[in-house]
C-alpha cells in the first residue's frame, strides 16, 4: 500500500481510520496504491483539513501484514489454507456450544469498524449462536461517557454538531488532551478563541498542550472531578447564577439536586481537589456569564471507577446553566474512536439489539427477531457480558471460546500480566487482525487476515451522529478478507446461510435499514447512493427528503420530557498512594503514536518516540533519586517496568505519566498495563486507567 510518484487515476472517499472526529479523507489511487491523501473539503468534521495522523494515511505499512490464516498445531501457529480455517473455527464453535451452551463463546470487537461488521457480528452471535455475549473496546474507550449522557437525557442521542464549535464563546475541556489527540477539533477550538474572544477552561492535573491554549487551568487531583464539579455548581447557587425557573423547565429533579449541592462544603472541596476556592468561583461565574458554552471531556473523565458520575455532574452544569438545545452550546461527546456511535446504533453491546433497542424487552426482541428471519426465542433475554465479566468467566471457565476482531487487548487491557493468563488458559482463542505478531494474536489458536480501511467498503457514524460511506479503492493483500466476509463464511459452515444471504455490503446496510425504523437513529431516508452524492448526513433521517438533523432537542423536549441531574459524591480511585506505592500513575495518550501501535509503530511517523518514558516532577526525582534522561524502576503491585524518566513539572508532584502505545512486544518491562489495575466504574465498567499506586527508583 505504499505511494510511489505520479498522478491519482481515481479518488475515492473515505473516513480517516484513527481518532473519532471521522474526519472526511480523499484518497487518490493508481494501480492498487495510495498515492495522495487529502481531507475532504465538504465533511462537516474537519472542513478539508487533517492532522499528522491523517496524512501519514498513505503510508500504511506493509511490513508483518498478516496475509493468510494461520493455525496452531503443536503449539506452533503455522500457515493453513482459507477453508481450513474456517472448518476449524466452525468446528470448534459448534463443539463448544453443543459441550458447554451458546453463552461459552464470546466475541471482542472494536468501536472502529463498519456498521455493516457491527451488524454481522452482532447477528451471528445474537441470532444464531444465541448469546448475547458480545462487546467492544469502547468498553475502554467511552462507556462512561455514554452512559453518562443515556442517564441525563433518557436516550443514546448526542445533541450537538461539530459547527456548534464556531459559534461557542466559551469551551469547558475536561480530562481531555484534545491538541494531541483530536488535534482537528482543537485547531478549530483555538481558532474559535482567536475569532470569537471565546473563553477557555482545561481541567487537568497535567501541563498539557491542551492546557497551555487555556485561559483557565485548573490543575484538578487525579480522580476529584466529581467534587469540582459540584462545588461549580454550589458557587452557582449561592451567587444566584442558576436560572432555577428554567432549570426547573429544563429537568425532572432539579429539588433533589438543590438539596444534594447545599450539603457541599467549599472548603472540602478544595482540600480535596487541590484547587483554590478563588479558582472554583472564578470559573463558576465564567460559565454563568457565557452566552454559549461548549463542554468537551475525554479520559480523564470516563476511564475511571467514578467515571459514569464524573460525566454526570459535568452534565449537570450545562444543564443548570441552561446550556443544551441552542446552536453553540451543551455536551460536543467526540468518541475516541471513529465508529463508536456506529456500533451503539447498531446494538453491538452485550445489553442492545439493532436501532438502540434492548434484549431484555420482549417486544424488541420480537421486532428484530422478524427482520433477521429467525424464531424471536433465539434471542438470549438475558445481557450479555462486559469484556471484563468475559475475562473473568474465562477464568472460571464458563466462556470456553473467544473471537476476538479488530482489537489488541493483551496490550490495551489493565493489568496484562493477568489477562495474559486468563487468555493462556482458553479452549479456543480465536484473532482476527491486519497485522501479525501483536500481542493478542501471538496467544492465538486460529489467526485470521482481516483487510483493512480501504480494502473493504461500508459505512461509519461520526461523534455527531453523521453518517459517510467508505468506499473500497484498494484490493486486501494476500489472502486478506474483509472481516465480515470471513465471519459470514464461519457463519454459513455453521449451517447459518438463510440468515447471511446478501449479496454485497450494501444489501446488509439496507436490511439494517429497516430495523432503525420510528428508533432515534432512523436513517430509513438514507442510501448508498446517496450518501456517495451528499456525503455526510447526520440521523435522524427518516425519509429521502430529509435533510438529516444538524442538532436535537432543539425544541428542549427531551425522550423522558424533562432531563436528569446526577446526583454523586466523591469516592476515592480503588488504589491510592501509601507508604509502600507513594505516587498516582496516570497512563495516556501521545502524538505519532495510535493506541497499541500495531501500525503506526511500523510507521516512520512514530520514530521519534522509540521507546515510553515515564515523566516525574523535578521534587520526586530529587526525593526518590532520578536523573532526567536516566533509566528508572517503575513498579506497581502488579508489575515493574524499566523506563526513561524525563523529569518536568508538566506533571504534578505526587504523580507520573507514561503512555500506553508500548505492548509486551517491546519489551515486558516497557508495557504500561504490566501496571495497571482492574478497577472498573461500576456503571458502565470502564477501567480505571488513570490511577493506580506505583513507586519508583533510580536504577
Ligand atoms: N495520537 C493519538 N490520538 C488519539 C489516540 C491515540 O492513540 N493516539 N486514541 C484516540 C482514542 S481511542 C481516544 S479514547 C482519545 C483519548 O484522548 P484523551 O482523552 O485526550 O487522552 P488521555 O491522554 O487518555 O487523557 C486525557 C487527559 O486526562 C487527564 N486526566 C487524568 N486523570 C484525570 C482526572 O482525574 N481528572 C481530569 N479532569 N483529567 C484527568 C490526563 O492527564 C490526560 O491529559 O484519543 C484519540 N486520539
Ligand atoms: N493504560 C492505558 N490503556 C489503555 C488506554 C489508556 O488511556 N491507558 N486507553 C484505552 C482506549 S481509550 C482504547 S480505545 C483502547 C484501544 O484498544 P485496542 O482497540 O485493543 O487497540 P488497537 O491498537 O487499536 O487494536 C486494534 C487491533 O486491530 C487491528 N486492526 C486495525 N484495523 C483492522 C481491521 O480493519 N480489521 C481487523 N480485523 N483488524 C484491524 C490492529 O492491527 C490492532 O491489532 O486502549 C485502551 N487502553
Ligand atoms: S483528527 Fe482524528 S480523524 Fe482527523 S485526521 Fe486526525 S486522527 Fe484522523
Ligand atoms: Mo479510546
Redesign the pocket.
Known amino acids: 500500500m505504499k505511494s510511489k510518484g505520479g498522478e491519482p487515476e481515481r479518488w475515492v472517499m473515505s473516513i480517516c481510520p484513527?481518532?473519532?472526529v471521522g474526519c472526511g479523507v480523499e484518497v487518490g489511487v493508481r494501480d492498487g496504491r495510495i498515492m495522495k491523501v487529502k481531507g475532504m473539503r465538504g465533511n462537516p468534521a474537519n472542513l478539508g483539513e487533517l492532522c499528522h495522523?491523517g496524512m501519514a494515511l498513505k503510508d500504511m505499512p506493509e511490513k508483518e501484514r498478516l496475509l493468510y490464516p494461520m493455525i496452531r498445531k503443536d503449539g506452533v501457529l503455522r500457515r493453513a489454507s482459507f477453508k481450513e480455517a474456517i472448518d476449524t473455527v466452525a468446528e470448534r464453535l459448534m463443539e463448544t456450544i453443543s459441550m458447554y451452551g451458546p453463552d461459552s463463546v464470546a466475541m471482542y470487537i472494536s468501536a472502529s469498524e463498519y456498521i455493516e461488521e457491527y451488524y454481522v457480528y452482532n447477528k451471528f452471535m445474537k441470532g444464531c449462536i444465541g448469546t448475547n455475549n458480545i462487546d467492544s473496546s469502547a468498553r475502554l474507550?467511552?462507556a462512561s461517557g455514554v452512559m453518562g449522557i443515556v442517564g441525563a437525557f433518557g436516550q443514546d442521542s448526542p445533541p450537538c454538531t461539530y459547527g456548534d464549535i464556531e459559534l461557542a464563546d466559551m469551551f469547558f475541556i475536561?480530562?481531555?488532551?484534545?491538541v494531541?489527540?483530536?488535534p482537528v477539533l482543537s485547531r478549530r477550538i483555538a481558532r474559535t478563541k482567536r475569532k470569537n474572544r471565546a473563553t477557555i477552561v482545561v481541567?487537568?492535573?497535567?501541563r498539557?498542550p491542551t492546557a497551555r491554549m487555556a485561559d483557565i487551568h485548573l490543575r484538578?487531583r487525579?480522580?476529584?472531578?466529581i467534587l469540582l464539579h459540584n462545588g461549580l455548581a454550589r458557587v452557582m447557587m449561592d451567587e444566584g447564577l442558576i436560572d432555577e425557573d428554567e432549570a426547573r423547565g429544563l429537568v425532572h429533579n432539579y429539588d433533589e439536586f438543590r438539596a444534594h449541592i447545599e450539603k457541599v462544603d467549599m472548603d472540602g472541596v478544595a482540600m480535596t481537589t487541590g484547587l483554590d476556592v478563588e479558582e472554583i468561583e472564578r470559573t463558576a461565574r465564567a460559565i454563568a456569564r457565557a452566552e454559549r458554552v461548549l463542554f468537551l471531556w475525554?479520559?480523564?473523565?470516563n476511564?475511571?471507577t467514578t467515571g459514569t458520575g464524573k460525566v454526570s455532574t459535568l452534565l449537570n452544569i450545562a444543564f443548570v446553566t441552561g446550556n443544551i438545545g441552542r446552536p453553540g452550546c451543551g455536551p460536543l461527546a467526540v468518541t475516541?474512536?471513529t465508529d463508536a456511535m456506529g456500533l451503539r446504533e447498531v446494538g453491538a453491546l452485550p445489553h442492545l439489539l439493532p436501532g438502540f433497542r434492548k434484549v431484555t424487552d420482549e417486544e424488541h426482541r420480537k421486532e428484530v427477531a422478524s427482520i433477521w428471519g429467525i424464531a424471536p426465542e433465539r434471542i438470549s433475554k438475558s445481557r450479555g457480558k462486559t469484556f471484563p465479566a468475559i475475562l473473568e468467566a474465562i477464568d472460571k471457565g464458563e466462556i470456553r471460546a473467544l473471537w476476538i476482531i479488530h482489537s489488541n487487548p493483551l496490550s490495551t487491557f489493565p493489568d496484562t500480566g493477568w489477562i495474559k493468563r486468563v487468555l493462556e488458559g482458553i479452549d479456543f482463542l480465536v484473532v482476527q487482525d491486519c497485522y501479525h505478531p501483536t500481542e493478542t494474536t501471538s496467544l492465538a489458536h486460529v489467526l485470521l487476515p482481516g483487510s483493512q480501511w480501504l480494502e473493504k467498503e461500508g459505512c461509519m457514524t461520526n461523534s455527531t451522529r453523521g453518517l459517510n460511506l467508505v468506499e473500497k479503492a484498494l484490493p486486501p493483500p494476500g489472502d486478506a478478507r474483509p472481516d465480515l466476509e470471513i465471519v459470514m463464511a464461519v457463519a454459513r459452515r455453521m449451517g447459518y446461510t438463510g440468515e447471511f444471504w446478501y449479496r454485497n455490503t450494501e444489501d446488509i446496510f439496507e436490511e439494517y435499514k429497516t430495523l432503525t425504523r420510528g428508533r432515534p437513529n432512523d436513517i430509513t431516508g438514507v442510501s448508498y447512493r446517496r450518501l456517495r452524492k451528499e456525503r455526510s448526513l447526520q440521523w435522524p433521517i427518516p425519509d429521502p427528503a430529509h435533510r438529516g438533523t444538524e442538532r436535537r432537542f432543539t425544541d428542549r423536549r427531551f425522550p423522558e420530557g424533562r432531563l436528569f441531574l446526577g446526583i454523586h459524591g466523591h469516592t476515592p480511585p480503588r488504589e491510592s498512594p501509601d507508604s509502600d506505592y507513594p505516587l498516582l500513575l496516570?497512563t495516556?495518550?501521545?502524538?505519532?503514536?495510535?493506541?497499541s501501535g500495531t501500525r503506526t509503530g511500523r510507521m516512520k511517523l512514530s520514530l521519534p518516540v522509540r521507546e515510553p518514558f515515564v515523566q516525574i516532577h523535578p521534587v520526586d526525582a530529587v526525593r526518590y533519586g532520578v536523573t532526567d534522561g536516566e533509566y528508572v524502576e517503575v513498579a506497581s503491585r502488579r508489575g515493574t517496568l524499566r523506563l526513561r524518566a524525563v523529569v518536568t513539572e508538566d506533571v504534578m508532584e505526587g504523580t507520573v505519566?507514561i503512555p500506553y502505545?508500548f505492548g509486551y512486544l517491546t519489551g515486558w518491562n516497557k508495557a504500561v498495563n504490566m501496571l495497571t489495575i482492574r478497577a472498573y466504574d461500576d456503571v458502565s465498567a470502564q477501567p480505571e486507567f488513570?490511577?493506580c499506586a506505583v513507586r519508583i527508583r533510580g536504577c
Open positions: 484513527y481518532c473519532g495522523l474507550c467511552w475536561t480530562g481531555y488532551n484534545m494531541v489527540s483530536k481541567v487537568d492535573p497535567r498539557t484538578i487525579p480522580g476529584t472531578d475525554g479520559q480523564g473523565l476511564q475511571s475516541g474512536q496516570i495516556g495518550v501521545i502524538p505519532f503514536h495510535f493506541h505519566f502505545h488513570k490511577a
